[in-house]
């Protein structure tokens, strides 16, 4: 049975799984950059519903409807904001860059002359 190892590390396939990652990343960095506009853009409006409702706190015109609300606004900020964290994070994820492809191809052409079974062939003179 032949060894698929030396198939699956050939350049070209090689080639096009790194084309497809790319591809792969850029679409999922697309969702990310979309998921952190809209929480970026909630996160004022939050921020401004919780300073109204302190503002009645202090006031002395709270309910307890306020204060859960408060404490609901102040749960949901923080889940949103770790979440944005975690999006910038996932943002900085390495990236391949496109030229890899070619390093890689002449490594792997070198291990492929440098191979004890291509200097065998080399050096046995075939008949």
Known sequence: MEDPKPKLLAPE?????????HEERARLRKEEQSRERSIADKLPAMDREIERLVDRICAGTDTPATNARLKTLEVEKSGLEAELAELERAGASVVLHPGVIEVYRVLWWISRVR??????ARATPHS
Do not use: G
């Open 115 to 120: 191979s004890p079974a291509a200097t065998h």
């Open 13 to 21: 396939v090689v080639r096009e799984a790194l084309k497809e990652y």
